[in-house]
Nanobody
Framework: QVQLVESGGGLVQPGESLRLSCAAS????????MGWYRQAPGKQRELVAT???????NYADSVKGRFTISRDNAKNTVYLQMNSLKPEDTAVYYC???????????WGQGTQVTVSS
């Protein structure tokens, strides 16, 4: 079991930046991948970005070139740097930890990001 705690969300104007953090209670290197997902009002939860233990990254098309996922294994923390934010990025952002054999997913409580002028 692992506990995940997100932080860094807030209210920003279009074009501004935010950095989200996900602090884990266990070593993130023990998981196959860490990731960020988001859910906007009335919409399904969607993948934003993932990073594997071998540092392979994957991004949703809508955030490529604007968002960057990274991790600090020593701090057991995963980050999401969000630049050039758009109103369409408004959502609750959730941290995810995935392990294989057995396939298991762990989720944080979420942090609200609101992009509005």
């Amino acid at each position: 079991q692992v506990q995940l705690v997100e932080s860094g969300g807030g209210l920003v104007q279009p074009g501004e930046s935010l950095r989200l953090s996900c602090a884990a209670s266990a070593g993130i290197s023990s998981f196959y991948a860490m990731g960020w997902y988001r859910q906007a009002p009335g919409k399904q939860r969607e993948l934003v970005a993932t990073i594997t233990t071998t540092s392979v990254t994957n991004y949703a098309d809508s955030v490529k070139g604007r968002f960057t996922i990274s991790r600090d294994n020593a701090k057991n923390t995963v980050y999401l740097q969000m630049n050039s934010l758009k109103p369409e990025d408004t959502a609750v952002y959730y941290c995810n930890a995935r392990k294989l054999a057995p396939l298991s997913d762990y989720w944080g409580q979420g942090t609200q990001v609101t992009v509005s002028s």
